[in-house]
């Protein structure tokens, strides 16, 4: 349950552009969460939830974009998405290829309502 | 509405702790390596038959981690070489913060090697960069051998997978070549090394790897060689 980490340390970040934009209202927060960063956007979502209660952020929404896993292959240049783990390259059949996205644990935007 | 966007990692803070310790363990030549596995895979095992052989010369630290209890750095301690616990009091995984916090009064110009044993979970673990070279994950034959798939993130990000309790093959229902292909699935051409702790087998293949790190390191570094 590391996902109460996460939510903080996003909470946080959200909190010092609060405190940089007075007049200004947070109203959602995105992030990019690759499948294998090891994080379950659920617990995240839940986590932070729990956190913005009671705050001077609240009602703050959080935006969870999840990032497939990406691999791109020397051999032939491809880029492709991985699904069930078939990393070979489909183009030419190269085993060796690159994981090139698919671990974000990422700030993505905030959407805020400005006077 | 407004929509700004936001540059950077969610984690930027451990990751900037994180840059820190692997700045100091290359200048004085250090090699740190991030143990990882499930409650019980081996980690401690492996970490007193990688002690026990080294000399007292070899200059090596071990931190561990857990949630409660001293009981590993005991076990460690007896080999002579400095071991400090780090007792997360509940939190499931190890951050640079601690490491940092943990390493406050060591010098790393006085270490080679420095074991991070990690707190037993293959998932949390996973998202906290410690400034370390590699993560090694450690796996049993007493788990289930398409663990590489429920657990990819792991996985994925280790270097090395020691595959620990091999005598124990006979009495487990463990595919060792799907395991491993399972592992290579995840992890394209994935190091694997076949341990058993217990009785030291294949244990010298992990002793290897070592060395090849630390030489690697060493001539990295600013460090002398051992």
Redesign the interface.
Known sequence: MHELAIADSVLKVVEAEAARRPDARIVKVGLRVGELAGVDPDALSFSFEVLVRGTKLEPLLLEIERCPRRHHCRLCGCTFAVADFEAACPECGAAQTQCIAGDELELAYLEVEEP | ??????????????DRIAAELRDGFAASGTLCLNLISSPGAGKTSLLERTLEAFGPRQRVGVLTGDIQTDNDAVRLARFGFPVRQITTGG???L?ARMVKQALADWRFSELDLLLIENVGNL??P???DLGEAAKVVVMSVTEGDDKP?K????F??AELLVLNKMDLLPYVPFDVARACANAR??H??MEILEVSCTTGAGVEGWQQWLAQRRQASCREGAGSPV
């Open positions: 509405m407004n929509r700004i966007p936001l540059q950077g990692k969610i984690l930027k803070e451990n939190t499931c995984h951050d998932v949390c996973a998202s906290y798939l657990y990819p993130a792991i994925h990000k699935r995840v394209p051409g």
